[in-house]
């Protein structure tokens, strides 16, 4: 059942379901979609564990306030929400900006992590990517998330996938048309300044990172720097996939979360 509770001076819309008294896995989405994203993940979770997915501040139906955000603040958003809800630890699962607050977590605050899951993302964003993201941060400010469809659909799908599978695509389109916009460019504010790089080798957590192999936003070589980074790290590329490779190919997708779970079980 869907709720809300006031985290840090907002509400903050969250799921909890699955198997009680059993590990949380704590599900953390992308820009410019909601805990929705999550379904495909569903089935394979629910019956082994609980599952805590959540609309990052700005998206969905959580409060969306103006001006920039950071990842800090996004980060203590989801540890705000662990403490609401009486959760002490959980398997951090998260996909593009969900990987980045993820890492902060990581970085930050890994005694409420048993383990961490990252996703198409990134840990740094340089000066190269700058341009990019003014460009599409001034482009919804000025024509709405309407104008941010089409082109993200193309970097988080393959063409023979947007040809091919209309439903999940549609809903997709649906999420990032009805992004609160002042949501939008807050998160953009906080993902273009994402510089953990290098500081990974800090972190000490049981980690497996998934990409897309065709991934144009955040591609292979992005998680292949985070893997050398991270000790003991697994890193897994998923063919014939982009950005959104847990819906793209959820299959796949779906037995990588589950055998690298089931491996960290007493």
């Not at 409060?63 to 989801?78: M, R, S, V």
């Not at 993302?121 to 000025?142: C, F, H, K, L, S």
């Not at 990032?176 to 500081?199: H, K, M, Q």
Request: overall charge negative.
């Amino acid at each position: 059942m869907q709720t809300a509770t006031a985290v840090g001076g907002i509400e903050i819309r969250y799921e909890l379901s699955g198997r009680k008294n059993r590990p949380v896995v704590m599900m953390s989405h992308s820009l410019s979609t909601r805990l929705e994203m999550w379904n495909a993940q569903m089935p394979a979770l629910e019956p082994e564990f609980a599952v805590l997915r959540y609309d990052t501040r700005g998206h969905g139906d959580s409060d969306a306030p103006g001006g920039a955000y950071t990842l800090e603040q996004l980060g203590d958003d989801a540890v705000g929400l662990m403490d609401a809800l009486g959760i002490d630890k959980v398997h951090w699962l998260g996909i593009s900006m969900g990987g980045m607050i993820g890492q902060r977590l990581a970085l930050d605050r890994p005694d409420r992590l048993h383990s961490l899951m990252l996703s198409s993302t990134a840990a740094v964003m340089g000066e190269q990517a700058q341009p990019i993201w003014q460009e599409r941060i001034d482009r919804a400010r000025t024509k709405g998330m309407e104008a941010m469809v089409a082109e993200t659909l193309e970097r988080w799908f393959t063409p023979a996938y947007l040809q091919a599978v209309a439903p999940p695509v549609d809903a997709i389109a649906e999420q990032i048309r009805s992004t609160p916009v002042s949501g939008f460019i807050g998160c953009s504010e906080a993902i273009r300044r994402l510089n953990y790089l290098d500081r990974l080798a800090k972190i000490r957590l049981p980690s497996l990172i998934i990409v897309g192999e065709d991934d144009p936003g955040t591609p292979v070589s992005a998680s292949e720097a985070i893997h050398q980074r991270l000790d003991g790290s697994q890193l897994e590329i998923i063919p014939a996939a982009r950005h959104l490779c847990n819906i793209e190919k959820q299959e796949t997708f779906n037995s990588l979360l589950l055998e690298f779970l089931k491996g960290l079980e007493p």
